[in-house]
């Protein structure tokens, strides 16, 4: 099994920054690639930005530019830094891990940190 813990979701305005994290422990066997997902009121789960344990990263166009993710593989921790919020960046950032085996691919989930923009 997998923890994930995220922090640093908060209230900010419009134009400001934010910086999430996400520690996991347990068994990081086969754990590639982590990333962040959001969920905002009545709506889908939708990815956010990923990246691979060799550093590759993914984004969704509309935080592309925005928002940078980091990792730190000695340490466990996966990084959001979010810049030039915008009130629809409000929702609840939910941080993703997924196993790889031969044979299988499990997701790990976060209890989410809510982060809300405010214009």
């Known amino acids: 099994q997998v923890q994930l813990v995220e922090s640093g979701g908060g209230l900010v305005q419009a134009g400001g920054s934010l910086r999430l994290s996400c520690a996991a422990s347990?068994?990081?066997?086969?754990?590639?690639?982590m990333g962040w997902y959001r969920q905002a009121p009545g709506k889908q789960r939708e990815l956010v930005a990923t990246?691979?344990?060799?550093?590759?990263?993914n984004y969704a166009d509309s935080v592309e530019g925005r928002f940078t993710i980091s990792r730190d593989n000695a340490k466990n921790t996966v990084y959001l830094q979010m810049n030039s919020l915008k009130p629809e960046d409000t929702a609840v950032y939910y941080c993703?891990?997924?196993?790889?085996?031969?044979?299988?691919?499990?997701?790990?989930w976060g209890q989410g940190t809510q982060v809300t923009v405010s214009s």
């Open positions: 993703n891990a997924k196993r790889f085996t031969i044979a299988t691919m499990s997701d790990y």
């Open positions: 347990g068994s990081m066997f086969g754990i590639n690639t």
């Open positions: 990246i691979t344990r060799g550093g590759s990263t």
